[in-house]
């Protein structure tokens, strides 16, 4: 596979009870869903408009940290040249608590990128991604559940 240029097309998903911010690194090819919903205590989405729904209910916003980058496939190790998405649009309409990174790559360009001009800090979380094949499910949602919980409506 060939190192290209990818702009990130998703809109940030947040509202004005947004209460916790989670932030990805960048869109995946895949994701685990069915963990999310377990955090959140609720059933498995069927549709993109069900998801976003069950995380708004729950006053949890969504974004990424990048904006866009080159990117082979869905490899973080092989990221560079990122342009970060400016997150204050969620923080300025929201009464963000939180802001939680999922996994080490999102965390780093948080760090890099995002932590200096927002003034605020992240908090680590594990990657929910299939690729990090360490944590099983009923380990990343007993450790994203302990996060969260204290957020969630």
Same mark, same amino acid.
């Given at each position: 596979?060939?190192?290209?240029? /990818?702009?990130?097309?998703?809109?940030?998903?947040?509202?004005?009870?947004? *209460?916790?911010?989670?932030?990805?690194?960048?869109?995946?090819?895949?994701?685990?869903?069915?963990?999310?919903?377990?955090?959140?205590?609720?059933?498995?989405?069927?549709?993109?408009?069900?998801?976003?729904?069950?995380?708004? *209910? &729950?006053?949890?916003?969504?974004?990424?940290?990048?904006?866009?980058?080159?990117?082979?496939?869905?490899?973080?190790?092989?990221?560079?040249?990122?342009?970060?998405?400016?997150?204050?649009?969620?923080?300025?309409?929201?009464?963000? /608590?939180?802001?939680?990174?999922?996994?080490?790559?999102?965390?780093?360009?948080?760090?890099?990128?995002? &932590?200096?001009?927002?003034? *605020?800090?992240?908090? /680590?979380?594990?990657?929910?991604?299939?690729?990090?094949? *360490?944590?099983?499910?009923?380990?990343?949602?007993?450790?994203?559940?302990?996060?969260?919980?204290?957020?969630?409506?």
């Amino acid at each position: 596979m060939e190192l290209k240029t /990818q702009v990130h097309n998703i809109p940030p998903l947040y509202d004005e009870k947004s *209460r916790v911010l989670i932030l990805g690194s960048f869109p995946s090819v895949k994701s685990r869903e069915a963990a999310l919903a377990a955090v959140l205590g609720e059933k498995t989405p069927k549709s993109v408009e069900e998801k976003k729904a069950m995380v708004l *209910r &729950r006053g949890v916003a969504m974004w990424d940290t990048i904006g866009s980058c080159e990117i082979v496939g869905s490899s973080d190790a092989s990221i560079t040249n990122v342009v970060p998405n400016d997150l204050s649009v969620i923080l300025d309409a929201a009464d963000i /608590q939180a802001i939680f990174c999922n996994g080490g790559t999102s965390y780093a360009c948080y760090k890099k990128y995002c &932590r200096a001009k927002l003034g *605020r800090e992240a908090v /680590q979380l594990p990657s929910t991604s299939p690729a990090n094949a *360490r944590w099983t499910k009923e380990k990343l949602i007993e450790a994203w559940g302990a996060a969260l919980k204290p957020y969630l409506f």
